[in-house]
């Protein structure tokens, strides 16, 4: 499986600023995707990050609010903009395999408190 | 669109004992099954997989049961351990050739707590 890594792991974040969270991976993946896990809650895909073109958004989530970069095959980035209370969550990448089963690994999150 | 939802929110059981965690879906068009386990302050860790021609796979004390009929997914545990506390998610999603490929739809989850 891969290695993920997120920087920051945490953060705490004044509304109306950005942050931006990064992804990185031991070895070039075709497919990462971002997830927002609300508190005590389950998963929410954000986006597919598409290495070389722009990320496909899931309903509900927009490119002016989660801008995505997605530079080469084993690194991207998302940036939580002009954030308010509400987008307090734990952020999360994964990586999936092509072929079969797609089992994605993750990251270990990103936990963003807005205050 | 389609959800995937667990039956029981919470399950607690004793250091030994063997735990069965359900999940109900509804996508009919889900080519494979995943259930994950997230431990406090940790990214979801992959357990098992199942295809969906597939009834049951066993793992290293983990078995997936898929009952297509009813649309039913299980998680199997034997002799639980403490160190198997945390919140287990199941997961459905698509080949490729699907619209859908490589998204995974995440269910409510289960917290399994496992007393000594």
């Known amino acids: 499986s891969a290695v993920i890594s997120q920087k920051p792991s945490r953060d705490i974040c004044q509304r109306g600023t950005s942050l931006t969270i990064q992804c990185q991976v031991d070895s070039q993946v075709t497919m990462m995707f971002w997830y927002r896990q609300q508190p005590g809650q389950s998963l929410t895909l954000i986006a597919t990050?598409?290495?070389?073109?722009?990320?496909?958004?899931e309903s509900g989530f927009v490119i002016d609010k989660f801008p995505i970069s997605r530079p080469n095959l084993t690194f991207s980035t998302l940036t939580v903009s002009n954030m308010s209370p509400e987008d307090s969550s734990i952020y999360l990448c994964?990586?999936?395999?092509?072929?079969?089963?797609?089992?994605?690994?993750f990251g270990p999150g990103t936990r963003l408190t807005v205050t | 669109g389609e959800s995937v939802g667990l039956h029981l929110p919470t399950l607690s059981v004793q250091e030994g004992d063997n735990s069965i965690i359900n999940c109900a879906y509804s996508?009919?068009?889900?080519?494979?099954f995943i259930w994950y386990k997230q431990e406090s302050g940790k990214g979801p860790q992959f357990i098992i997989d199942?295809?969906?021609?597939?009834d049951k796979r066993q793992g290293q004390r983990v078995t997936v049961l898929l009952n297509k009929t009813v649309k039913h997914l299980s998680l199997q545990i034997a002799a639980t351990q403490p160190g198997d506390s945390a919140v287990y998610f199941c997961?459905?999603?698509?080949?490729?050739?699907?619209?859908?490929?490589?998204?995974?739809?995440f269910g409510q989850g289960t917290i399994l707590t496992v007393h000594p």
């Open positions: 994964s990586v999936g395999t092509s072929g079969g089963p797609a089992k994605q690994y």
């Open positions: 996508n009919s068009a889900s080519d494979y």
């Open positions: 997961a459905e999603g698509q080949n490729a050739g699907g619209t859908s490929y490589g998204k995974l739809t």
């Open positions: 199942i295809r969906s021609n597939m």
């Open positions: 990050a598409n290495q070389g073109s722009e990320a496909t958004y």
